[in-house]
């Protein structure tokens, strides 16, 4: 079965567990903004990472603008984000926006994962930078004992880099697309 990996990256840490994955598997390798919808038809196998932005999975139109030409395939989505993703709060989360937006037609062949970022905020563009500046603002005004662990731990490295990119956590993903006899 052929395979793709597609992966919509903005500072960086969705490529790296896209570039691991495509390469365990030894199969493409191509950056959303590179890739046509049309193309997908000719996979049997579509990874698609995106990052997480305010709940939403960056440049996930792809998949959910296009069931026709891939609800006969084997979808396997994943994202990546600051948020804890062993944390079932943020898994809620994160999957409560997802059936917001992916299409019922695709849903009996996609399977999610999800995996953890990290943050530059060095690197941030004004719009995330500002974001995460309210986001704290609003941290700082609850009581510390109302703040979750993540809340505590974001106030903390406020303003530094933090990197939790684990390529052994993508194992999973690997093992997925593997069962579907892709590539490898």
Known sequence: M?????????????????????QQLECELREKKTVKAEEMACFDVIIYGGGLYAGGVSGISLITKNPALISEKNVILFTCGLADPSDPENIEHIR???????PSKIEK????????????????????????AMLCHMMKKKEIDDLRAEDREMLRTYGKEVDFVDV?????????ARQFDCCL
């Open 109 to 132: 062949n996609l399977t999610i994962f999800h995996l953890r970022g990290g943050i530059d905020y060095s690197r941030l563009g004004f719009v995330h930078k500002s974001m995460m």
């Open 168 to 176: 052994k956590t993508a194992q999973p993903i690997v093992d997925c």
């Open 96 to 102: 409560t926006e997802l059936k917001k937006v992916i």
């Open 2 to 22: 052929k395979c793709i990996v597609i992966y919509e990256s903005k500072y960086g840490y969705t490529k790296r567990y896209a570039s691991w994955i495509a």
